[in-house]
């Protein structure tokens, strides 16, 4: 597609439940980024995705948080016991791997815990 | 590790006039990158300027400049002759060179600014 692409939108649960975000970026994107904006606040990064290396997880603020990135391509954040703490957008980005390349974002799923 | 900070939760500007939206942020590495993004309403970030760290210059897109003080690590946005659709959130960020190691590519982003545009 032409931008990164997220689903859904906006997605309601209820508080124990597991929920699955998806991103779809860029074709032939290398590099995919998630990153967590709670309300009023600046983007935390979560989770990073580079080829075929190991992600870098150092970001997941819980064992609850894991996420998963199939044919390098598509990628998919799973909450497992949501919280109400998890109520945030969650946003995906994705680059090209070379020196000065900038981030395209996609539009985020807002997740609210009730 | 990298932060950055934004002072200023809130800024407002007439339109047609000149704001300055500030950003210190600080690092150990001397080869990275800073962005400033905008963020309406709709979510979606917009990359608005960026400036490589081994650039003197500051870097200019319109009407959208910046004031890099690598020294005093500041990164400030000067948005000239300001227009309504300027009105969103405006987060300044850092990103490591892409050669130097694993973190690069992450961004480290501000708290930050909402501005807000008068008629």
């Known amino acids: 597609g032409a931008g990164v692409s997220q689903s859904p939108s906006n997605k309601v649960t209820e508080k124990g439940k597991d929920v699955e975000l998806r991103c779809d970026p860029i074709?032939?994107?290398?590099?995919l980024y998630w990153y967590r904006q709670s309300l009023g606040q600046g983007l935390e990064f979560l989770i990073y995705?580079?080829?075929?290396?190991?992600?870098?997880k150092s970001g997941l603020p819980s064992d609850r948080f894991s996420a998963e990135r199939t044919g390098g391509s598509v990628s998919t954040l799973t909450i497992q016991r949501t919280q109400q703490e998890d109520s945030a957008v969650y946003l995906c980005?994705?680059?090209?791997?070379?020196?000065?390349?900038?981030?395209?974002f996609g539009q985020g799923t807002r997740l609210t815990v009730v | 590790a990298q932060t950055v900070t934004q002072s200023q939760p809130e800024m407002s500007v007439q339109e047609a006039e000149t704001v300055t939206l500030s950003c210190t942020y600080d690092t150990s590495e001397s080869d990275y990158y800073l962005f400033w993004y905008k963020q309406p309403p709709s979510r979606q970030m917009i990359l608005v300027i960026r400036q490589e760290a081994y650039k003197q210059q500051n870097a200019t897109e319109n009407r959208f400049s910046v004031n890099f003080q690598k020294a005093a690590k500041s990164f400030s946005l000067k948005i000239s002759d300001s227009q309504l659709g300027d009105a969103a959130m405006y987060f300044c960020?850092?990103?490591?060179?892409?050669?130097?190691?694993?973190?690069?590519?992450?961004?480290?982003f501000g708290q930050g600014t909402i501005l807000t545009v008068h008629p």
């Open positions: 074709s032939g994107h290398t590099a």
């Open positions: 960020a850092y990103r490591s060179d892409p050669a130097g190691g694993t973190s690069y590519g992450k961004l480290t």
């Open positions: 980005a994705s680059s090209l791997r070379t020196a000065n390349t900038e981030a395209f």
């Open positions: 995705f580079q080829g075929n290396s190991a992600p870098d």
